[in-house]
């Protein structure tokens, strides 16, 4: 197994121990990540009202899914919340890559789900470190949500052309 898989893996496993209510002296924090989790807690300390975590998600129209990280209130706003390691800062929401348009993909099928029945217009994207520097918590606001979930829109639509286009080459 991959270093870096095993250290996200390892980290996602004690995020859904706290968030899922065991007592914070239990949680299976291995050394390898003792940084990263170090980082979060400032974030973790933030978080209420945990809807659900690490649940998996199906959009009926648009035939895409995922498993997200956590629905949460962070600074009394319900938020799709994803999880990320980093060994370089990300002191901004640009440097972050693609990582808010899967938030938004996420928001989009969890309004979407019938079993969650909750509506989530915000996200957080929640930036750890190895050293146990501060994690980055940035929030993406309604009207973010929003432009990129036009983004994820046009991506997927891309990718569907794509396939169609490929399926009907392979049926000449």
Partial sequence: MDETFRTGHNLHSALRAY?????????????????????V??????????????????????QYGGVFDC??????????????????PKKLLDHTYDNPLQIA????????DKTLDVKVDYGLLVISYPNGEPAHAHV?????CYD??????RR??????????????TNL
């Fill in 19 to 39: 968030l899922g209510g065991v007592p914070e002296e239990d949680v299976p924090v291995v050394p390898s990540i003792t940084g990263y989790w170090d980082s």
């Fill in 41 to 62: 807690q400032k974030v973790l300390k933030e978080i209420t009202d945990v809807k659900a975590v690490e649940c998996n998600v199906h959009h009926p129209y648009l």
């Fill in 71 to 88: 629905i949460g209130r962070y600074r009394d706003k319900l938020c799709v919340i994803d999880w990320k390691t980093s060994q370089k």
């Fill in 105 to 112: 993909a996420y928001i989009g099928a969890v309004n979407f």
């Fill in 140 to 144: 993406i606001n309604k009207r973010q």
């Fill in 148 to 153: 990129y979930w036009y983004l994820w829109l």
């Fill in 156 to 169: 997927l639509r891309a990718y569907w052309l794509a396939v169609n286009k490929k399926a009907s080459e």
